[in-house]
C-alpha cells in the first residue's frame, strides 16, 4: 500500500510535521518508560546492598534524563551508603538548585544528621518547608534535628503540635514519647495504690510512694523512689533507684536496684532492660528482673510495641523462674492506649494472664507465680497546666489464692498518681 501526500503544499507540510511529532512523542514516551523501568532496577540494586552497580546505573539513567529527581535523589543516598558522603551532598545540592523537590530537602537533611551536623539538618528541613509547608517527612526531620540539638522542649512542642493536626507518620509520636523523657530536668511523683480482697486475705493492702527524678547527661532520667506499704497487717518500706541511660539515637536503658529490711517487700530487686526504635514505628524490649525474698525468683521479660494513628499497642511476655529455676511460669500483658490531643492526655486498658513483674503494689505474690490469674485494668492520664500529670486506674485481678484448687478470689484495686514537672 502506498502512501500518498495531499496535492496542497501547505497540507502536505503539516501532515509531515504531525509524523514527525509523532514519532518523537513516541521516542520521548519509551525513553520516560526506559527509565522508569530503569529506576526501579537501579532501587532493587541498592535496596540489595549492591551500592556499585545502583549507582552505575543512575549514572546511564541521568545521561539521557538529566533532570530525572527521584534518579538524582536514589544516587545521593546510594552515594553516602556507599561512604561517598560528599557526593552525595553534592547531587542533592545541585537537584534542589534545579527545582526544589521535596525527596531531595529529605535526603539531604537526613545525610547532615547520619555526618552529625544536626544544625544543618535543620537549616535544610526548615528551607524545604518554605516550598512544602505541609510536608509530613520534612517536619519529621525537623523534629530529629531539634532533639538532636538537645532543644528538647521545642522539639517536643512541634511534634506533639503536629500529632493534634492529624499528621498521619506514626513516627511522631514514638519521637514525641522519646523525647518525653528528656525534656524536664526534674520531676517529682507521689503515688498511692489500694487492693482490696474478697477471699484471699481479710484487710486491704495499701502502698505510697514519692520520687524524685532528674535528667542526667550521661545517665538520662535518674529516679531515687520510697516505698510505704502495708501487706499482712504490717508496715514495711522499700528504697529504689532508676535509670534510663541513652545508648544511641535509637536505644535506650531501664536499670533498676532496690532494697527493703522488710518482708512485705522483696529483701532485693533489681532489672535492667534495652530498648530499640525500629522502623514503622515499632519498638522492642528485651529485659530481665531478679526478685530475691528468701530465694530468687527471676524474670525474662520482652515487648513488642507499635504506634498506629492515635493508638499504642504493646504485647508483653513474661517468663518467671523460681526455686532455684527448677520450676517455670509465664504471663503475658496486651496493652492498648489511645491518645488525646497531648502526649501526655491518654486512656489505656490492660489485658493479662499471670503476674506482672512491675505492679508494685502485688509484686510479693510472686513468691508463688504459678498461681492463674487474670486482670483487666482501665488508666487516665491527664496534663493540667503544662506541668502537672495526674493518673488515676482502677481494675481487677481474678484468679487462685491456693494452688490447684477451686479457690478463686478478686482483687479490686484503684490508684492515683500525681507529678510535677520543674
Not at 5 to 12: G, I, Q, S
Not at 66 to 88: C, E, H, I, M, T
Not at 286 to 296: C, D, I, P, Q, S
Request: include cysteine.
Amino acid at each position: 500500500m502506498k502512501l500518498t501526500l495531499p496535492d496542497n503544499r501547505n497540507t502536505a507540510v503539516i501532515f509531515i510535521i504531525t509524523i514527525l511529532f509523532f514519532f518523537r512523542i513516541t521516542e520521548m514516551f519509551c525513553q520516560v518508560e526506559n527509565a522508569d523501568s530503569s529506576f526501579q532496577l537501579a532501587r532493587t540494586l541498592a535496596f540489595s546492598s549492591k551500592y556499585s552497580q545502583s549507582i552505575a546505573l543512575c549514572k546511564k539513567i541521568l545521561e539521557k534524563s538529566p533532570k530525572y529527581q527521584d534518579v538524582q535523589v536514589l544516587l545521593g543516598r546510594v552515594y553516602f551508603w556507599n561512604n561517598q558522603p560528599d557526593s552525595a551532598l553534592i547531587v542533592l545540592s545541585e537537584s534542589i538548585i534545579y527545582k526544589p523537590y521535596e525527596d531531595a530537602f529529605a535526603a539531604l537533611s537526613d545525610i547532615h544528621r547520619w555526618t552529625a551536623k544536626p544544625t544543618d539538618a535543620l537549616k535544610i528541613s526548615e528551607d524545604g518547608l518554605i516550598f512544602f509547608p505541609a510536608s509530613e517527612e520534612l517536619f519529621l526531620r525537623k523534629v530529629k534535628a531539634l532533639n538532636d540539638l538537645g532543644n528538647y522542649s521545642k522539639a517536643f512542642s512541634l511534634a506533639d503540635s503536629l500529632i493534634g493536626i492529624k499528621m498521619k507518620n506514626p513516627e511522631f509520636r514514638q519521637l514525641a514519647e522519646s523525647i518525653k523523657m528528656k525534656m524536664s530536668k526534674n520531676i517529682f511523683t507521689v503515688s498511692y495504690d489500694y487492693d482490696y480482697f474478697d477471699k484471699q486475705f481479710k484487710d486491704p493492702w495499701h502502698l505510697l510512694s514519692a520520687a524524685y527524678g532528674r535528667q542526667t547527661n550521661h545517665l538520662g532520667r535518674v529516679t531515687a523512689r520510697v516505698n510505704l506499704g502495708n501487706r499482712y497487717k504490717s508496715n514495711g518500706s522499700q528504697i529504689e533507684m532508676d535509670a534510663f541511660p541513652v545508648l544511641g539515637k535509637k536505644m535506650y536503658a531501664y536499670i533498676n536496684a532496690g532494697y527493703s529490711p522488710d518482708y512485705i517487700f522483696p529483701l532485693y530487686r533489681s532489672g535492667i532492660s534495652i530498648y530499640r526504635n525500629f522502623p514503622k514505628a515499632f519498638e522492642g524490649e528485651l529485659g530481665v528482673r531478679v526478685l530475691y525474698f528468701t530465694k530468687a525468683t527471676i524474670l525474662y521479660v520482652g515487648s513488642i510495641g507499635k504506634y498506629k494513628g492515635n493508638f499504642w499497642f504493646s504485647f508483653r511476655p513474661t517468663f518467671i523462674a523460681y526455686n532455684n529455676g527448677n520450676h517455670f511460669s509465664q504471663s503475658y500483658s496486651l496493652i492498648s492506649r489511645y491518645y488525646l490531643k497531648s502526649s501526655y492526655n491518654y486512656l489505656t486498658l490492660t489485658l493479662g494472664y499471670g503476674l506482672s513483674p512491675d505492679d508494685r503494689s502485688r509484686e510479693t505474690l510472686l513468691q508463688n507465680p504459678d498461681l492463674k490469674s487474670w486482670r483487666i485494668n482501665l488508666a487516665a492520664q491527664k496534663i493540667v497546666k503544662g506541668t502537672n500529670i495526674i493518673s488515676i486506674s482502677i481494675g481487677m485481678v481474678r484468679g487462685e489464692y491456693i494452688q490447684g484448687t477451686k479457690s478463686i478470689g478478686n482483687d479490686i484495686f484503684s490508684g492515683i498518681i500525681y507529678q510535677k514537672m520543674f
